[in-house]
């Protein structure tokens, strides 16, 4: 689920672009493309429909706003633009227009505020991590930590709030995490989860999994973590009363959960069964072999039945 980036910011002019990075458009170099190296940063380059569409407009008008870059030995590591180098690849360009920074005093402002200039729109764990790492510059300079937030606030056109409850995502482990990204999990809702020790966040993490849950919102976070109490670990027993109300959405919980187990033996048993097709002791009729793969045959044949009834069950619940 991704954010409007429209809210984050007022202007997205090329002439304002080049203005933040203290640049003219007569000071851009084309920097051979193989020179080209990434840093570190929290945007994610993602080879999807708007990579696609990126790619598609690169081969017609080629790279119109520079990337901003960093001389380092022979090579030029990337500030801004990695998902512009990265189309430009995949267009075949071999150079790409570059604006050379020589005396960076705060390379993460660069790479965070540029991608928030110049992107439609981001994944809560694009933001997380660029206001984090947005905290980090502000706290290098000895800045006051209850300060930055309302900085960071300031410069993005969101509350206070809202930046707390982001950086707050970047507590939560990665499933958890991608969960957010998915939409199955609120930010304010993953916010307050990331308050959960690592132990119970891989539970819980676990537990959505299996369980099939679709939605966690703001609410059920609060009791999740009424639950886990002082450093209580959760279990399946204890979620249910959270996601499963009444017997019959306990039921259904558990076809999901059985249906989940047979089809990860299921899977387990048709590799088992093509790596005895393949066996050279099966085709030189080896006794053995021969019983193990009708045994194996037999018992795919009975998992297959019991996950049709299951599944049968669960579209019924």
Known sequence: MKIDASKLRNNTADTSFLSLMGA?????????????????????????D???E???????????????????????????GHRRVFASRKAGLLTVPSI??????????????TNLLGRQSFLPSELAYAYKMQEEGYLETGAHSVRTSSKIAEESKVSRRTVQYYLRLTKLIKPLL????QGTITVKAGAGLSYLSNNNQKMLSDFITNHGIKKINEKQAGKIL????????LDSEKLNTIFFSNKSDLKYSSYIVNSS??????????????????????RNGVTLEKKQYKKLL????????QLDIINTLIENA
């Open 261 to 282: 187990n047979l089809e990860k033996t299921l899977f387990s048993m048709r590799q088992k069964i093509l790596f005895l097709d393949n066996s050279p002791k099966l």
């Open 54 to 80: 990126l790619v598609g407009n690169i081969k017609i008008n080629g790279v119109l706003q520079p990337i901003i870059v960093i001389p380092e030995g022979e090579k030029y590591r990337i500030l801004a």
């Open 298 to 305: 037999d018992a795919q044949k009975i998992i297959e039945k």
């Open 50 to 52: 708007e990579m696609a």
């Open 178 to 181: 991608d969960l957010v990204d």
């Open 24 to 48: 003219s458009p007569s000071g851009v170099t084309e920097i051979p493309i193989e020179k080209l190296v990434s840093s570190e940063q929290p945007f994610k380059v993602l080879d999807d």
């Open 226 to 233: 009424d639950l886990a109490g002082a450093n209580e670990l």
């Open 100 to 113: 050379i920074k020589n005396d960076v005093k705060s390379e993460k402002d660069i790479i965070v505020n």
